[in-house]
């Protein structure tokens, strides 16, 4: 059985740090590239940031460049995002996923997330001063 838990989250000041892990288990995470999504209520699932198989590419959106950092531990079948200075507008329900069919370079694709089999339950980030 595959599962994706992912913890880290919790309230932090604007300018402020956090750093996110997904823990995977059940497949060969160092076959998988892996995303991490985030949701605000009402608004569509965001892809934030993803980490490759083989090369290790790492990939951001825009917002989050510079100050978002993906990174992965095979051995300890989990990868990490690490949130620095903080802004209002990262408040959100923080997922990470995965799924044979989830490339790097397609991830954020709406079409394409609704293809992913394997989703944590999600951190809540909530950023207020």
């Known amino acids: 059985q595959v599962q994706l838990v992912e913890s880290g989250g919790g309230l932090v000041q604007p300018g402020g740090s956090l750093r996110l892990s997904c823990v995977v288990s059940?497949?060969?995470?160092?076959?998988?590239?892996i995303g991490w999504f985030r949701q605000v209520p009402g608004k569509e699932r965001e892809g934030v940031s993803c980490i490759t198989s083989k090369d290790v590419s790492t990939y951001y959106t825009g917002s989050v460049k510079g100050r978002f950092t993906i990174s992965r531990d095979n051995a300890k079948n989990t990868v990490y995002l690490q949130v620095n200075n903080v802004k209002p507008e990262d408040t959100a329900v923080y997922y990470c996923?995965?799924?044979?069919?989830?490339?790097?370079?397609?991830?954020?694709?709406?079409?394409?997330?609704?293809?992913?089999?394997?989703w944590g339950q999600g951190t809540q980030i909530s950023v207020s001063s």
């Open positions: 996923a995965t799924d044979l069919r989830l490339s790097c370079e397609t991830y954020y694709y709406p079409a394409k997330m609704e293809e992913y089999d394997y």
């Open positions: 059940g497949l060969p995470l160092e076959d998988y590239d």
